[in-house]
């Protein structure tokens, strides 16, 4: 970073904490108060614990003890608190509609606090269910692809997508052990780890190495950066797994079964700039070693690959990052995701190229996956006919 960028940074930072989230955090927290006045104390120090994280933001890459536990500890509060924040407030909006009628008669915390306990119970619920989704179940996607023009050596490939890992501190190593061993199970011919593989701090790597050795030593297991690596230090990233159980493609391919799998880079790598713009991602890069008789197969890290790929022709894109929202109904194809993002979750016809979206096989910051538990998918290449 240069001083002028990490001034903007820092003054965008601050610009979005006071237009955003302080009026969002005061105006709920007053509400609560004066809806529900017994638990004044409560409230209070669920205010105090769910912003303590903004201290620690501006000092998160300095990867040291004291913030890799600040961040693990903080992290979630923050999340989930802000998150409540923002749906209560607009529980708030409708709870000032419905009472309108009545204002004459009534005050509006009276009106709203029955409603306010039964909403809150739902949270609550709603919480617990979505953490027991996050930590407990494993979800595996099955599909066929087809692909027009498929070379016969690769018909019938497996290939198992994950992505999303974040392996960070409180990442359980029996939960890695059973994510590898399910993707061993599906007797793939090829695992993707498309980016997100740990929580920005290259100090959790080993962790995640620990973890792969459960995959089968016959079963080559690829990978590409995601924005939580580059958001990290992703040079250290690419250096700690060079000769290791994963191998990490930033731009570059390998030939199986006369399929190129190309890993694409992060565009968070744009983002961040400085000596990281050397990991940008260019598609010419990760495509330049196909043999002429070879299909390409991209993945990557974030879904909006899909622009480039598809003008390219490309038959097939793999990818993550959208985690789904953490919140959904996969069986309606609907994800919270959904709301901000075109392409979001499963299979989608772009043009002439394919993209298929994992929802993420862990979860970040906060373990709640409400509808979305995490997902392995296979994906199983046939030729269309």
């Given at each position: 970073?240069?001083?002028r960028?990490?001034?903007i940074?820092?003054?965008?930072?601050v610009?979005?904490l006071l237009?955003?989230?302080?009026?969002?955090?005061?105006f709920?927290?007053?509400q609560?108060?004066?809806i529900?006045?017994?638990?004044?104390?409560l409230l209070?120090a669920a205010l105090?614990?769910?912003?303590?994280?903004?201290?620690v933001?501006?000092?998160l890459?300095l990867?040291?003890p004291?913030?890799?536990?600040?961040r693990?500890?903080?992290g979630p509060?923050w999340?989930?608190w802000?998150?409540?924040a923002?749906?209560?407030?607009?529980?708030?909006v409708a709870m000032?509609?419905?009472?309108?009628?009545?204002?004459?008669?009534?005050a509006f915390?009276p009106?709203a606090?029955?409603?306010s306990?039964a909403?809150?119970?739902l949270?609550?619920?709603g919480?617990l269910?979505?953490w027991?989704?996050?930590?407990v179940?494993?979800?595996?996607?099955s599909i066929?692809?087809?692909?027009?023009?498929?070379?016969?050596?690769?018909t019938?490939?497996?290939v198992v997508?994950m992505g999303?890992?974040?392996v960070?501190l409180?990442?359980r190593?029996?939960?890695?052990?059973?994510?590898f061993?399910t993707?061993?199970e599906?007797?793939p011919?090829v695992v993707?780890?498309a980016?997100?593989l740990?929580?920005d701090?290259?100090?959790?790597?080993?962790a995640?190495?620990?973890g792969?050795?459960?995959?089968?030593?016959?079963v080559?297991?690829?990978?590409?950066p995601?924005?939580?690596e580059m958001y990290?230090?992703?040079?250290?990233?690419?250096?700690?797994?060079k000769?290791?159980r994963?191998?990490?493609?930033v731009?570059?391919g390998i030939?199986?079964?006369s399929?190129?799998i190309?890993?694409l880079?992060?565009y968070?790598?744009l983002q961040?700039g400085?000596?990281?713009?050397?990991?940008?991602?260019?598609?010419d890069?990760?495509?330049a070693?196909k043999?002429?008789d070879?299909?390409?197969?991209?993945?990557?890290h974030?879904?909006?690959?899909i622009e480039?790929?598809?003008?390219r022709g490309?038959p097939l894109?793999l990818a993550?990052h959208?985690?789904?929202?953490?919140?959904g109904f996969r069986?309606f194809?609907w994800?919270?995701?959904?709301v901000?993002?075109?392409?979001?979750?499963?299979l989608?016809?772009v043009?002439n190229t394919?993209?298929?979206?994992?929802t993420?096989?862990?979860?970040w910051?906060?373990?709640?996956r409400?509808?979305?538990?995490?997902?392995?998918t296979?994906?199983?290449l046939?030729?269309?006919n």
């Open positions: 970073y240069t001083p960028s990490m001034l940074r820092l003054l965008l930072f610009g979005i237009v955003v989230f302080v009026p969002v955090n005061f709920t927290w007053r609560l108060v004066r529900h006045p017994r638990r004044r104390r209070s105090v614990a769910g912003n303590l994280f903004w201290v933001i501006p000092f890459q990867f040291n004291v913030t890799r536990v600040a693990a500890l903080l509060l999340f989930g802000q998150s409540f923002i749906l209560y407030l607009l529980f708030l000032l509609i419905a009472w309108l009628p009545f204002r004459s008669r009534r915390a009106f606090r029955r409603p306990q909403f809150l119970i949270l609550v619920v919480f269910a979505g027991v989704q996050a930590v179940p494993l979800h595996v996607e066929k692809v087809e692909i027009p023009q498929l070379p016969s050596a690769a019938g490939m497996r997508l999303d890992l974040h960070g409180f990442t190593a029996s939960r890695l052990e059973r994510i061993r993707a061993g599906l007797r011919d993707l780890l980016g997100d740990i929580d701090d290259p100090a959790f790597v080993q995640l190495l620990e792969s050795r459960f995959l089968p030593d016959e080559p297991l690829l990978a590409v995601g924005n939580h990290g230090d992703p040079l250290r990233v690419i250096e700690q797994l000769g290791s994963i191998t990490m493609l731009n570059e030939l199986m079964r399929l190129w190309a890993g880079s992060d968070a790598a961040m400085g000596r990281f713009a050397q990991l940008a991602p260019d598609l890069k990760a495509l070693g043999p002429t070879a299909m390409p197969l991209v993945f990557v974030q879904p909006k690959a480039e790929t598809s003008k490309i894109v993550a959208t985690h789904g929202g953490q919140l069986p194809g994800s919270l995701a959904g901000f993002l075109r392409y979001h979750m499963g989608y016809a043009g394919q993209l298929y979206i994992n993420g096989t862990g979860y910051l906060l373990p709640f409400l509808g979305m538990s995490p997902e392995i296979l994906v199983e046939v030729p269309r």
